[in-house]
């Protein structure tokens, strides 16, 4: 997913996985940065979808994602093999 600095709209990811009644931690990271922690919601459970609102905070790069879900005491990471990936390129203005 490609999105531009500065950007302040929702952006979606998507589980293989039922999420009703688990809870979500969406997380990036550049290749050499700490982790970063996204404020996500669940926008629809049986589809796995989970939205994070994106607030213009997160400077150019490109990031890694990985959503972990805990439901029932069993932790789940998607994706299941490698990463997610979040560009954030740069704004012309």
């Given at each position: 997913?490609?999105?531009?600095?500065?950007?302040?709209h929702p952006v979606e990811f998507k589980?293989?996985?039922d999420l009703t009644g688990a809870t979500?931690?969406?997380?990036?990271?550049?290749?050499?940065?700490?982790?970063?922690?996204?404020?996500?919601?669940?926008?629809?459970?049986?589809?796995?979808?989970?939205?994070?609102?994106?607030?213009?905070?997160?400077?150019?790069?490109?990031?890694?994602?990985?959503?972990?879900?805990?439901?029932?005491?069993?932790?789940?990471?998607?994706?299941?093999?490698?990463?997610?990936t979040l560009t954030v390129a740069e704004?012309?203005?």
């Open positions: 997913m490609i999105v531009k600095e500065n950007d302040t589980a293989n996985a979500v931690r969406l997380t990036a990271r550049t290749r050499t940065g700490e982790p970063i922690d996204l404020p996500c919601s669940v926008v629809d459970a049986s589809e796995g979808l989970v939205q994070h609102i994106l607030t213009g905070a997160l400077p150019k790069g490109t990031y890694r994602v990985e959503l972990e879900t805990t439901n029932g005491g069993e932790i789940i990471t998607f994706p299941n093999s490698g990463y997610a704004d012309l203005d």
